[in-house]
């Protein structure tokens, strides 16, 4: 996706289709079968969601050790998508920066897992 112009206008509705959660990474490690480096991730999204796996390209700001821990966003409500060996289950959320490499979007302050963005 680029920057520019904003999308179409949608009605509310449309914005509430979208389930955004919040969840905690609870295994990451190397992707090394993706196209373009990656990581694996296990997101524990707590309660009526559960643990779900995501392949994340966010290898230029983070290390496997250093997102077991932290606190994501991700649209839990998108398909399957088969990501080489890997079935990514959730999208991971986040935002390029200047060089283009992805800063992930979390909360400020510890929430509990599973909250919705709302």
Known sequence: MSDGAPAAEIGFEDFLKV??????VVAA???PQARKPAFKLRIDFG???????????????YTPEGLVGRQVLAVVNFPP???????SEVLVLGL??????????????????GARLC
């Open 47 to 61: 309660g009526d969601v559960g643990e779900r796996k995501s392949s994340a390209q966010i290898t230029a700001h």
């Open 81 to 87: 998508r088969q990501i080489g060996p890997v079935r």
């Open 19 to 24: 389930d955004i959660r919040v969840g905690t």
């Open 96 to 113: 390029a920066d200047a060089a283009g490499e992805i800063v992930l979007i979390g909360p400020e302050r510890a929430v509990p897992d």
């Open 29 to 31: 490690e190397p992707f």
